[in-house]
């Protein structure tokens, strides 16, 4: 469009001068002199140089918007697709040379490849992202970056034997955090630990500090997982009731920003309460209802297993 215009504007100008020449014929020298100076008004002077623009940020805006889009694609389950999001991301973190960049889009590969189930490979994108934000003195993303090492470890097979200690460890590094979304993230991890020790209420009540900050900055795939988490610490301590309005609630979230997979899983929850409470029938809705999300947007795999919960007594 601007060179549309900027086009359209230069042939208007050679029309004026043409027009002008023309009538010049008929005029007198002194209207001459006129026009010839608002000829100058009109035509830009080539001689003034370009502005310099000072600092240029056009490949950390790229990797900015990559790291976006492959976190909000994990948020939503699709861990493929988030992935090679994310490798994009830090290609053009390592172009752009930006430490900062460079650990918060390890951070988020680690936890992708840590829910694709390739651990060692997550570990040492948590471990890789630490090292630089030592090496550039930056606190902050350090304990960040210990917050993400603790949460592997919890959810490892030595989460629930050290839960405590992890616990233990994300609440000294809650204090250098100043960023709200990674605070956020350090109070799930903190109500994780807690559920592991058996502690529901405290549990619950973690989760909630992140999802005040997650609802009031409109993370609303987070908000929904938080919710789902507050009723997973519901069903355990059997407060089905509760657990069954906390997937309500994750539910209503999902469906503001269309999260198909996020409503697939809290159907599917809501299959595993209503079983627990001894309500079949609404069991099976919930399951068959899962499982039709799922087959809609293709996740064949994850229906088949959901109607085969439906049909095992």
Request: aromatic share 10%.
């Amino acid at each position: 469009m601007y060179e549309r215009i900027f086009n359209h504007g230069v042939h208007g100008v050679s029309r004026s001068i043409k027009k002008l020449n023309f009538l010049s014929l008929f005029i007198t020298p002194c209207y001459s002199v006129v026009l010839f100076l608002i000829i100058l008004t009109i035509i830009p002077s080539c001689s003034t140089p370009p502005k310099n623009p000072g600092d240029v940020y056009s490949v950390r805006r790229q990797a900015e918007a990559q790291l976006e889009l492959g976190s909000r694609q994990a948020d939503r389950g699709s861990f493929e697709t988030a992935l090679v999001i994310l490798d994009e991301a830090l290609r053009l973190a390592i172009v752009a040379d930006d430490p900062g960049l460079r650990i918060r889009v390890g951070l988020s590969r680690g936890n992708v490849l840590f829910s694709l189930g390739r651990g060692g490979e997550a570990e040492k994108a948590w471990n890789d992202a630490l090292g630089e934000a030592e090496r550039a003195g930056n606190g902050e993303l350090a304990a960040v970056s210990r917050v993400y090492i603790a949460r592997g470890k919890l959810l490892s097979a030595e989460g629930k034997t050290s839960a405590q200690a992890i616990r233990d460890e994300v609440n000294r590094n809650l204090s250098p955090i100043k960023d709200r979304y990674y605070t956020a993230f350090a109070w799930t991890i903190i109500g994780l630990a807690e559920k592991e020790l058996g502690r529901y209420a405290p549990a619950e009540a973690a989760v909630r500090r992140a999802l005040e900050i997650h609802e009031k900055d409109r993370y609303f795939e987070l908000a929904a997982y938080d919710w789902f988490m507050i009723a997973s610490f519901r069903s355990l301590a059997g407060n089905y009731r509760g657990a069954l309005q906390a997937l309500e609630s994750a539910a209503a979230f999902d469906r503001r920003v269309e999260n198909s997979w996020g409503l697939a899983s809290d159907w599917r929850a809501m299959g595993d309460v209503y079983r627990k409470s001894g309500n079949e029938a609404a069991s099976r809705a919930a399951y068959v209802r899962a499982a039709e999300i799922f087959n809609a947007i293709g996740n064949s795999e994850a229906a088949a297993q959901t109607l085969s919960r439906a049909e095992t007594p």
